[in-house]
């Protein structure tokens, strides 16, 4: 079963940036689109992005042009580099293949506040 581990969370004022890391149980890069999800304590969760190994992006709406994702393939990582980081970008977020198809991990938590 491939598991992730979530880490990079913390505090941070709005305007600020974090970069999260998702390492990976199994080299899966190749074969699956790679994804960050999130999810606030009220809203379902929500797909924030993915990566595919021939380099292709996809970002949702409200993250495009503030968020990047890039994988380190030898490291079994994935990284989600937020900038310019606004209070509803809090919430728990995750890492999985996209569309998800293992069990989630723990996630790592970013809360935007003044």
Do not use: H
């Not at 992006?57 to 310019?84: C, H, P, W």
């Amino acid at each position: 079963q491939v598991q992730f581990v979530e880490s990079g969370g913390g505090l941070v004022q709005p305007g600020g940036s974090l970069r999260l890391s998702c390492v990976i149980s199994e080299n899966i890069f190749s074969i699956f689109r790679m994804g960050w999800y999130r999810q606030a304590p009220v809203n379902q969760r929500e797909w924030v992005a993915d990566v595919f190994s021939d380099g292709t992006t996809n970002y949702a709406d409200s993250v495009k042009g503030r968020f990047t994702i890039s994988t380190d393939n030898a490291e079994r990582t994935m990284y989600l580099q937020m900038n310019s980081l606004k209070s509803e970008d809090t919430g728990v977020y995750l890492c999985n293949t996209s569309p998800s198809r293992y069990t989630w991990g723990q996630g790592t938590q970013v809360t935007v506040s003044p």
